[in-house]
Structures are given as structure tokens and as C-alpha cells.
Nanobody
Framework: QVQLVESGGGLVQAGGSLRLSCAASGRTFSRYAMGWFRQAPGKEREFVAAISWGGGSTDYVDSVKGRFTISRDNAKNTVYLQMNSLKPEDTAVYYC???????????????WGQGTQVTVSS
């Protein structure tokens, strides 16, 4: 029903910034909540942030609050993750996800992208 493609990852020094993008295809995109997860080597996939279809509701994992901002532009069928004040512990593959609500994204997303690598050097 929806396909997701991430971009914007790369190598950045600690304290720097990156903006991840997730381009979605599908006629029902505007009704999906969207979110971001990340997975570091040897670690479980971790929820990062989510946003409702209209943008009025957001959720973040505690470790990124105040540093990361999730947003979406439905006219471009794209969700973003602005990452500021990056830390080495933010290093991971970041995945875009979609489901019917913010809660559904956080706890059981149905749709996933293939991921983009973010590496933060010290």
C-alpha cells in the first residue's frame, strides 16, 4: 500500500547536524502516521520519532528530545528527521516507518524503508 525510501544519511562529526528524508509512494500517504527507527550493530531496532498524518501529534524517544525534530510535507509525500547536536551514540541505520497512528508506528509499524546509514564520529 505504501513504499518508503530513505535518504540523507552520511558521516558527520559529533555536534553536527543531518536531515534525513523519507519519500513515500501510495495514494493513502496523507492518512498514515510516519516515523523513524534506528538500529546500531548488535542492538535491537529502537523507536526514534513519529508524527501523525496531519502533523499535529508527535512522539520522541527520550534520548533525542530537544535534538531531533520530525516533520512532514504531504505535498511532497515526504517525512523528515532533522538531527542536531549529534552524538556518537546516534550512529545507526535509520529506517522510515508508517502505520495508522503514532502509537501504531511506535509499537508495530506495518511498512518499512530499507534504511540509511548515519555515522557520528568523535
Amino acid at each position: 500500500q505504501v513504499q518508503l525510501v530513505e535518504s540523507g544519511g552520511g558521516l558527520v562529526q559529533a555536534g553536527g547536524s543531518l536531515r534525513l528524508s523519507c519519500a513515500a509512494s501510495g495514494r493513502t500517504f496523507s492518512r498514515y502516521a510516519m516515523g523513524w527507527f534506528r538500529q546500531a550493530p548488535g542492538k535491537e531496532r529502537e523507536f526514534v520519532a513519529a508524527i501523525s498524518w496531519g502533523g499535529g501529534s508527535t512522539d520522541y524517544v527520550d534520548s533525542v528530545k530537544g535534538r531531533f525534530t520530525i516533520s512532514r510535507d504531504n505535498a511532497k509525500n515526504t517525512v523528515y528527521l532533522q538531527m542536531n547536536s549529534l552524538k556518537p551514540e546516534d550512529t545507526a541505520v535509520y529506517y522510515c516507518a508508517a502505520d495508522a497512528s503514532v502509537v501504531a508506528v511506535r509499537y508495530g509499524s506495518h511498512y518499512w524503508g530499507q534504511g540509511t546509514q548515519v555515522t557520528v564520529s568523535s
